[in-house]
């Protein structure tokens, strides 16, 4: 089976598995990654084989829908990727992509490190800024029944992983507590410029939104 041969059928594996997945880390959120994924890779020294896998891959089960258990991701695409005859060191290393993506409070440091981790975790923040960052945190604001915003509840900046994966705070404390901090931790020069009109979009949003509010 040729490369993209798998990279085929990693899709169609990742739609079905998807397909009633919430809105904000559905299909068309991995599609939307995968897309950024290459378009940053140009400018990248990294193994665009990787990228794609790492890409589509990345949130199988994200464990925000799995009772917080960050094993079950990596486990699925693991099994996905032997299935379908994948090098097993190249499976190791999307598997460390997975791993190692999300923010996870941001105060955490990061246990891997790669050109492709890199790529991926770019194309990712990038989805969780701008205009659809701004539709996929009140998505999911409503998917757990939280407040869109109270000003007595203030944002905060050093949560634990675990806190930050338990937190039901309002919504607008999410752009304080992860959206707007992503634009300073992309990793390539691509992502880094892609984010700054999405930053700057944010920052519109959340004036007009005070504004309203007041």
């Known amino acids: ?90 499976i190791e290393h999307v598997i460390k992509i997975i791993e190692n993506i999300s923010f996870k409070g941001g105060n955490e440091a990061q246990k891997f490190s790669s050109p492709e981790l890199n790529v991926v975790q770019d194309a990712d923040r990038l989805d969780a800024i701008g205009a659809i960052g701004i539709a996929r945190c009140f998505n999911y604001g409503g998917f757990k029944n939280r407040p869109l915003y109270n000003p007595d509840i203030k944002p905060n900046l050093n949560m634990t992983n675990a806190e930050y994966k338990t937190s039901n705070a309002p919504t607008i404390n999410h752009f304080y507590e992860k959206l707007l901090l992503l634009k300073d931790k992309m990793n390539t020069k691509t992502g880094h410029t892609l984010a700054l009109e999405r930053h700057n979009y944010m920052l519109g949003f959340l004036d007009q939104f005070y504004k309203e509010w007041h």
């Open 1 to 90: 089976m040729t490369e993209q041969e798998q990279i085929n059928k990693t899709m169609i594996f990742v739609k079905e598995t998807l397909k009633n997945a919430e809105g904000g880390h559905d299909w068309f959120h991995t599609e939307r990654v995968y897309k950024n994924a290459l378009l940053i890779a140009k400018g990248e020294k990294a193994n665009v084989f990787v990228v794609s896998l790492g890409a589509l891959l990345h949130d199988i089960a994200d464990s925000k829908f799995h009772d917080g258990d960050e094993s079950i991701g990596p486990k699925i695409a693991r099994e996905f990727l032997f299935k379908i005859n994948v090098d097993s060191e190249i």
